[in-house]
Nanobody
Framework: VQLQASGGGLVQPGGSLRLSCAAS????????MGWYRQAPGKERELVAT???????NYADSVKGRFTISRDNAKNTVYLQMNSLKPEDTAIYYC????WGSGLLIYDYWGQGTLVTVSS
């Protein structure tokens, strides 16, 4: 599975951005797609995930501000980010994986896209 992320950039606090992640090659083998992020000096953390069945999961820090969605026809997952804060600044990574019984069996990572929230 290849993942191509895009949409990062510089935005002022309170602004919005939409990230996109296009998946190709063997996508039938995954059941969850999502976004993680890594800020400077910090560990990578979950932002949001969405299963093939439509179940979503969000980090507490982004609930109510970020929305994950998927266009099945385009094999693309989106992350709409509103009311951005400086602490949202990070490299955002697209992830696609196969989960079974609550355990990750395998996953794939995109190349990351930088989001900078600053005035």
């Amino acid at each position: 599975v290849q993942l191509q992320a895009s949409g990062g950039g510089l935005v002022q606090p309170g602004g919005s951005l939409r990230l996109s992640c296009a998946a190709s090659g063997g996508i039938f083998s995954i059941n969850t797609m999502g976004w993680y992020r890594q800020a400077p000096g910090k560990e990578r953390e979950l932002v949001a995930t969405r299963t093939n069945g439509g179940t979503t999961n969000y980090a507490d820090s982004v609930k109510g501000r970020f929305t994950i969605s998927r266009d099945n026809a385009k094999n693309t997952v989106y992350l709409q980010m509103n009311s951005l804060k400086p602490e949202d600044t990070a490299i955002y990574y697209c992830n696609a994986g196969l989960w079974g019984s609550g355990l990750l069996i395998y996953d794939y990572w995109g190349q990351g896209t930088l989001v900078t929230v600053s005035s």
